[in-house]
């Protein structure tokens, strides 16, 4: 009897597949680290400690008419908790997302979204240099589009760079022609810390934890001051960013 052994050659293992499981298992371990701090210990304490929750409030809204639009300033107050800070310290971007809409009044029907303007912050650390990055740029992060930014800063210490994600300055939100006289109008603005932009593997441990949900939804009459037109800091995004 004759056997017949069939002889295979042994393909080489692709560089490509092996770094993206390498990357996906090292912010695994980063994300499972992370969790541990808000796990429960021997003696029944809870999962999330309230007194590290994330707090934010809306510290100033103000919209202004000028010659050529509707401008927002506004400004959000909140403190990093510590599990998100050490993220970031780790290599985590995190991303926020600022959406105003205004809407106008109808008796008849339900209010008309007439004006709405978006932007997305992006916000790093940057370890070789040991700087803080924030990237700005208008609209949203979408499936196939990536984050463009208009305004691109390094700061050297992260209660810079967070003054410059919590502050909206000059930001121009409507045309004129949206805005009908005579009519009543709300505005809606909500911040938030974009979390379906974390990597995957990183969503699965922050998702469910208090620590991690940072937004602020507001809504509130349109009251417009007549402004003309300044000069935006040079450190801060200035009104090119729509």
Known sequence: MVFITQSWKSAAPDVGVLRFWARFFAVLAIGMALCMGAMPSAHGASVINVANAATAQLAQLRTERTEDGVYLNAAVAFELPHVVEDALLKGIALFFVIEVDIYRHRWYWT???????????????????????VNIGSGLIGASSGLRATFNQNYDTLPEAMSAVQRVARWKVADLTDIRSGNDHNLVFSFKLDLSQLPRPFQIGVAGQRDWSIAIDSSEPLDLQTSRPAEPAKDSPSESIK
């Open 111 to 133: 209010d008309q979204r007439v004006a709405g303007a978006a932007r997305t912050i992006r916000l790093a650390y940057q370890p070789l240099t040991r700087r803080w990055r």
